[in-house]
Structure formats: structure tokens, C-alpha cells
């Protein structure tokens, strides 16, 4: 939880960071309390529930199978993080998706040596979607989420255009094997999906990149980007790559739903509402600077489990709508309170909100003082 | 911005000894404080602009399909295709004017259809208890979004998310298919206008953007919402309960994307529990929003540029159909304009910037400002 934790020591000057007191296991409950612990104890709150009205969910082979069918909406999540936490959108992802499924489709067909190509051509495909969604937000200074609302338009006009808004074509099935094949006998799961392989892989790097230079970086910008632009950081660089990182994501979660969706325009339509829910669920703060990549995933498994959930108690699949806005309203609504606990004092200085400790710098009229 | 800086020249207006030359001082800088001054204008002059050149390249390629641009028919169909959009957009940017946005519409919109369809059933006695009790749903779940964003400090976009997500599972769980009946009262409004080329529904459109563009301008509440948009703390720290417009413009948006779905009502006869989120009216309208001028972030932007933006888009989506594009690449050509148009617009705002505090220290951004969008514009 503490991965994330960039705040600038000037601020905080005159007391110790909350978050670096105490013991391990002092700091590990206190990092549970920020929303993007919370999410955590959420995940296991609704397994639990969910293994309870269906007690073969828990067992291993059910679960890790759960957790590959997840793993493109948790990994598509992790991208839109990058754009988030650095303070953009991404609402182009959904539209990504769609266009490398097709590509997928029509450009591999049932060559198996076109396989590898094809997946050099998808990633190169992303990196130009991210780099033009990047180079418009901060070149060009258009807002991100009317670029990406452009491109989103853009590509998936076009991808519908080709294909007549139809499925075509079906890539060979050793490219589909990616996304619904896993690594047999396995002993206790039974099975090891594919999927579950890469979802680890790509946590394992986003949590190392965040950790990089370029992920201090990217929240700093997130935060506040003028005060990154002037501490020398290359804002606009940072965020094209996050824009860039956020496509390859959705690059990669098209590659996982061709095994299991097939190839149809409209696979992955409403990915970019679904990947910020789970990214707000995450406790990351819309507006840059707060937040942790694992929180993202945490969020598309939450809701991913909300799902399972309301599956398995047989209630009628259009409340999901419902139910999805109902968490988010409520996960957000309280994370505004939370996260005012351990940071900054917070410049929306909420009066309701507990001071983690009753002494100095705490008033937040930083504004008002001169 | 508008209403904190209005007090600053009241000392030099007020007090009997001051010279004429203070007082037009006074009067230029108060003018310059307001929403629309010179500068404004001539960023929305841009706009009408482009839309003239829209129009005119519209004409030309409806000149080619052999077909007249300017016929009663097709400029019928323009302005009512402008009256859906444009009553939503007008909406939208007093949300996106006090720093919020409003994804809700589209399920708003279908809302409204199907209440007010299944309300009227067909017969003209039941016409106004059917409007009152659409537009006081519609006034509620603006209400419910409004005091989300002002009092438990959601950000707009989760707010009107969510808010949006419970109204479409409401309607998916409840409706399928059609709904109800209209009044046949409503039904003839639909068709009605002026002279065969203004429709009604465009009238109405009018009226509510005038109405908006008065109390933007000449109300508390209208410079509040251009304080609050500019800077949520210093609007508060100036003394403005920011609370209550926030919820107002909320309220007034949901009622007027209630309209909106009356309008469709109007003309398709039955509530159809998909014809929102059909239309895309929640990213179109804040397209046209911000391709009409209005900053994203809030606090800048004008009811005036929104309808030049809803314009644009109207009239490419009419020489598209002329020339029978394929619908899918319809999407293509206006995700290129979008982004190209505030591509132009963006760039144009942030040399335009400045001036507005003309004379002082060159404008700082907010650092806490609670819009998730760009601040940069104000970076320059």
C-alpha cells in the first residue's frame, strides 16, 4: 500500500508522514483503511459471500478458472490506471479492443506462422493509438477525454466499417489457445490457464514500473503537473507513455478475449466504463495522483466477484446496471472521506473528516493565508 | 471567476467623488470580469465561423448529389435533428460550466420517454400530469446527482456514472421493447412549426438556451456557477455557498434531458427504454460542449458556442446522410472532427487565456481543482 506514496516531504514538513510510523503490522491496518486497501478486504468480504451461496466456487480449479476469465478486464484496468493516476482518461479502450480482435481475426486467420506478426502488429497498433491519444492530450492541449471520445469514435467507425459490423474471420486456434488454454495437470488446479500467467506477469511488471523512476514520476504528474514540470520532470512524455501503456493493456486484454469471445466488433464494448469503475473501486482518485496499480485489479476482481454474486443468489441480470452504480457511488463517496486521513491536508478541507493527529498543519487555508 | 471579480472595481464605482474616467475604468474592468466579454466573443465568433464554413462545404457536396442544402425539407431536418442534442447540450454546459459532468443523459432521456408514454397512454386528458410527474422524476435524479457531487464530494463523473447505471438497470429490468402511448396533442407539436422550415421543437430549443444564457448572465446563481467552475475553494473561501448551484445546475440539466426525451417522444409516438443510450447523447453532448468553446475543467464557456457545436454536428450528420455514407463511418468522420475542431479550438483558448486577468500576474492553476480532466489549458 505503500507503493504509491509519493507525497512531497515539503508539504508534510513539522510532522512525521503518518504512513512511515509505527510498526509492520500498525502500518499494514492503517494502509487497509486507505480505499485502496479497502478494496482488498472487499475482494475477501465478497468471495467469502460468494462461497458461501456456492461453496464449489472455492475450490481451486473453479477459482483459478474465475480468475482467467477475469484476468482482460483486470489487466485492462492496470492500464487505465497509468491514465488515471496521471490524471486523464482513457475512453478509447473499449474501441482498442475491438479493433485488435479484428485484427486478430482477418490478419491471422488460418495461417499459424502469421501468429507471431500478428501479435507484433497488434502491439505496434497500440502503441499508435496511445501515442496519437498521448500526443493530442499534451501537444495538442486537447482534454484527454475528448481525444479519446475522437479516437474511440474514430476506430470503432472504422473497425465497423470493415467488417460490416459482423464477425469475420477466425483466427487459427492456436492463437485463441492464448486466451482459453493453460498449462495441463497442473496438481492442485488442475488446470493453469494462460490467462492467470499473464495477468501475474503484467501485475508483476506494472508493480515494478510503478516503482521505477517513471511511476514516482507519473504520480507526481498525476498530483500535480506543474509542480512535476518544474521539479523537471517531462509531463508530456510521462503521460504519452502512460496513454501508450493504457493501449497495450487493452492491446493485451484483446488478445485474451479472442480465446474466449471470438472475433466480433462488439467485443469489448463498454470495456472503458467497466476498467474506470474498477480502477475508482480501487480507491484511485479521478483527477491524478492517488492510488495503487494492484488497487485497479482489485477492483475488476471486486466487481467481477459482485457479478459472480448476484449470479449465484439468481438475480435477473439487467439489475447488474443497478448494482454496479450503487457500489461505485458508495465506494467513491467514501473514499473522498478517507483519503483526507493519512495525506496532505486536503484543500477541499472537508471539517467532517478526523485529523489523524490533533496538532499543527492541519487547518488547509494554505489558500487563504496570504 | 466572474463573480469574485465583479466586487473588486466596486470601491472605485461606488464612492461619490469618483471621476468619470475611474468609472468607465470600472465599468470596462466589470464587463471584462462577466462570462461573456470581448474576448469571449470573438472565441465564439470562431465557432460560428466553422460552422459557416461547415455549412457552405455542406452545400456545395448536396449541390453535387444534385440536391438543395437550403430546402424547406432539409433545413426542417437539420434543425430538428439540432433540438435533441441541442436542449441536452444546453444542459450539459451548465454542468460542465460549474466543473461537473453529467453522464446520466442518454439513461435520462429514455427515462423520460417511457414515463411519460406509459403516463399518457394515448389520450390527450392525461398530457399534463404525465409532463409534471416526468420532469419531477427527471427533477429528482438531477437532484440525487447534484447533492452526491456538492455534499458527499463524488466526482461528477462517478456520480452521474452511477446514477446513470442505476436508472439503465431500471429501465433493462423493467422494460422491454416499447412503452406506452403518446397523447396525440404531443404527437402534432412534433410535427408542428413555423413556415415549414422552423420546427417546434427547434423553437423550444431556443427558448431554453435563451432562458439559460439570462440567468447565466444576469442571476446570482449564473455568476455563482462561473465562480464555483473556476475555483471550487476560492469560490467558497469568497463566500459562495457553492452547494446549492451545484445541485441546481444538476437539477436543471436531468429536467432539461427530460425535454429532450419529450421532444423524441414526440415524434416516435411510444417510450423507447433504449433511444438514450441509441443516441449517444451523454459523449455527444460534451462533445459539442467543448467543440462549442466551454473548458471542461469549468468556469469558461458560453450557452451561445454549445449551440454552434450542436450546429456543426447536426449539419455534418445531415450531408452525411445526403451522400449516403455508410452509418459506421459516419462514427469515423465525427471522431476526426471532434478531435481536429478542439484540436484548433484548444490551442486558440490557452493564447487566449491571459488577457482575462489583464494587467496582473499571469493566471495560476488550480492544484486541487476537483475536475479529473486537463488543467493545462491554463498552464500555457
Redesign the interface.
Known amino acids: 500500500m505503500s507503493a504509491s506514496t509519493s507525497s512531497p516531504a515539503a508539504s508534510t514538513a513539522g510532522r512525521t508522514l503518518p504512513l512511515t510510523e509505527g510498526s509492520r503490522l500498525q502500518r499494514v491496518v492503517r494502509g487497509a483503511l486507505t480505499p485502496g486497501g479497502a478494496v482488498f478486504i472487499l475482494v475477501a468480504v465478497l468471495f467469502v459471500a460468494v462461497v458461501w451461496v456456492n461453496p464449489s466456487f472455492g475450490e481451486p480449479p473453479q477459482l483459478i478458472r474465475f480468475i482467467g476469465r477475469t484476468a482482460p478486464i483486470a489487466i485492462a484496468a492496470m492500464g487505465q490506471y497509468y491514465v488515471?493516476v496521471s490524471?486523464?482518461?482513457d475512453?478509447s479502450m473499449g474501441a482498442v479492443i475491438a479493433t485488435q480482435v479484428v485484427v486478430a481475426g482477418n490478419y491471422i486467420g488460418d495461417d499459424e506462422s502469421r501468429v507471431l506478426p500478428a501479435i507484433a502488429l497488434m502491439l505496434l497498433i497500440g502503441v499508435v493509438v496511445g501515442l496519437v491519444n498521448g500526443l493530442?492530450?499534451?501537444i495538442?492541449?486537447?482534454?484527454?477525454?475528448?481525444?479519446t471520445?475522437?479516437?474511440?469514435?474514430?476506430?470503432?467507425?472504422?473497425v465497423?466499417?470493415l467488417t460490416g459490423?459482423a464477425a469475420t474471420g477466425n483466427p487459427v486456434d492456436t492463437f485463441r489457445e492464448i486466451g482459453r488454454g493453460g498449462v495441463q495437470d497442473v496438481p492442485v488446479l488442475d488446470v493453469l490457464p494462460y490467462s492467470v500467467i499473464i495477468l501475474v506477469a503484467v501485475a508483476v511488471a506494472s508493480v515494478w514500473l510503478m516503482r521505477a523512476p517513471f511511476g514516482r514520476t507519473l504520480i507526481a504528474t498525476g498530483d500535480?503537473?506543474?509542480?512535476a514540470?518544474l521539479a523537471g520532470a517531462k509531463v508530456w512524455w510521462v503521460k504519452t507513455r502512460a496513454f501508450i501503456l493504457s493501449a497495450l493493456s487493452a492491446t493485451v486484454a484483446g488478445i485474451l478475449l479472442v480465446g474466449y469471445a471470438g472475433v466480433h466488433p462488439s467485443v469489448g464494448a463498454g470495456y472503458e466504463?467497466q476498467a474506470?469503475?474498477a480502477v475508482?473501486l480501487g480507491g484511485v482518485v479521478?483527477?491524478?495522483g492517488r492510488g495503487w496499480v494492484l488497487s485497479a485489479a482489485a477492483g475488476a476482481f471486486a466487481l467481477e466477484l459482485l457479478f459472480s454474486f448476484l449470479n449465484f443468489l439468481e438475480i435477473?441480470s439487467?439489475?447488474?446496471?443497478?448494482?454496479?452504480?450503487?457500489i461505485?457511488?458508495l465506494a467513491?463517496?467514501a473514499s473522498?472521506?478517507a483519503w483526507s486521513l493519512g495525506r496532505r491536508p486536503?484543500?477541499?478541507?472537508?471539517p467532517a473528516a478526523p485529523a489523524p493527529s490533533p496538532t499543527t498543519a492541519r487547518p488547509g487555508t494554505e489558500?487563504?493565508e496570504n | 471567476m466572474s463573480a469574485t471579480t465583479d466586487r473588486t472595481p466596486d470601491p472605485a464605482s461606488t464612492p461619490d467623488a469618483a471621476s468619470s474616467v475611474e468609472n468607465r475604468e470600472s465599468v470596462r474592468r466589470r464587463r471584462a470580469a462577466r462570462p461573456r466579454g470581448a474576448r469571449q466573443l470573438d472565441s465564439t465568433a470562431l465557432i460560428y465561423l466553422v460552422l459557416v464554413g461547415v455549412i457552405v462545404v455542406s452545400a456545395v457536396l448536396t449541390a453535387m448529389e444534385g440536391r438543395n442544402f437550403f430546402s424547406q425539407g432539409n433545413i426542417w431536418a437539420v434543425l430538428t435533428a439540432m433540438s435533441v442534442l441541442g436542449l441536452i447540450a444546453v444542459g450539459q454546459t451548465l454542468v460542465i460550466l460549474v466543473g461537473s459532468l453529467d453522464l446520466s443523459v442518454p439513461y435520462v432521456v429514455s427515462l423520460s420517454t417511457v414515463i411519460a408514454a406509459g403516463g399518457m397512454k394515448g389520450l390527450d386528458s392525461n398530457l399534463s400530469a404525465a409532463l409534471v410527474n416526468t420532469l419531477v422524476v427527471c427533477a429528482v435524479v438531477g437532484f440525487v446527482m447534484g447533492v452526491?457531487v456538492s455534499v458527499?464530494?463524488?466526482?461528477g463523473?462517478?456520480?452521474s456514472?452511477?446514477?446513470?447505471?442505476?436508472?439503465?438497470?431500471?429501465l433493462?429490468?423493467n422494460y422491454q421493447g416499447s412503452h406506452g402511448d403518446a397523447s396525440p396533442a404531443l404527437e402534432l407539436l412534433g410535427r408542428s412549426g413555423i413556415a415549414a422550415v422552423i420546427p417546434t421543437s427547434f423553437i423550444i430549443l431556443l427558448v431554453a438556451a435563451l432562458l439559460v444564457t439570462l440567468m447565466l448572465r444576469y442571476t446570482r446563481l449564473g455568476h455563482h456557477v462561473y465562480a464555483i467552475g473556476g475555483n471550487?475553494?476560492?469560490a467558497r473561501?469568497s463566500g459562495v455557498r457553492t452547494a446549492l448551484p451545484v445541485i441546481a445546475v444538476h437539477v436543471l440539466c436531468s429536467l432539461l434531458a427530460g425535454l429532450a426525451g419529450l421532444l423524441l417522444l414526440s415524434r416516435t409516438g411510444v417510450g423507447l427504454p433504449t433511444i438514450g443510450s441509441q443516441g449517444r447523447y451523454d459523449?455527444l453532448s460534451?462533445?459539442a460542449v467543448?467543440l462549442g468553446g466551454t473548458l471542461?475543467?469549468g468556469g469558461k464557456g458560453s450557452v451561445v458556442g454549445t449551440l454552434g457545436g450542436v450546429a456543426i454536428f447536426a449539419v455534418l450528420d445531415n450531408v452525411m446522410g445526403v451522400m449516403q455514407v455508410?452509418p459506421?463511418?459516419?462514427?469515423?468522420?465525427?471522431?476526426?472532427v471532434?478531435?481536429l475542431a478542439?484540436?484548433v479550438y484548444?490551442?486558440r483558448s490557452?493564447v487566449r487565456r491571459p488577457p482575462r486577468f489583464a494587467g496582473t500576474r499571469p493566471s495560476?492553476?488550480t492544484?486541487?481543482?476537483?475536475?479529473?480532466?486537463?488543467?493545462?489549458?491554463e498552464?500555457a
Open positions: 488515471i490524471g486523464e482518461f475512453l493530442g492530450t499534451t495538442l492541449r486537447v482534454p484527454s477525454f475528448i481525444v471520445l475522437g479516437t474511440m469514435l474514430a476506430l470503432g467507425g472504422l465497423k466499417y459490423g500535480n503537473p506543474d509542480a514540470g466504463f474506470i469503475t475508482v479521478l483527477g491524478g435477473e439487467t439489475w447488474r446496471n443497478t448494482v454496479q452504480g450503487v461505485i457511488i467513491v463517496a473522498a472521506r486536503t484543500s477541499r478541507s472537508t489558500t487563504g | 452526491l458527499f464530494d463524488v466526482h463523473f462517478i456520480a456514472l452511477g446514477v446513470g447505471l442505476i436508472v439503465s438497470g431500471y433493462a429490468t471550487r475553494d476560492v473561501l459523449l460534451i462533445a467543448v471542461l475543467s455508410n459506421f463511418l459516419k462514427d469515423f468522420v465525427r471522431g476526426l471532434i478531435v478542439v484540436a484548444a490551442r490557452v495560476l492553476p492544484p486541487g481543482s476537483i475536475t479529473g480532466s486537463t488543467t493545462k489549458e498552464t
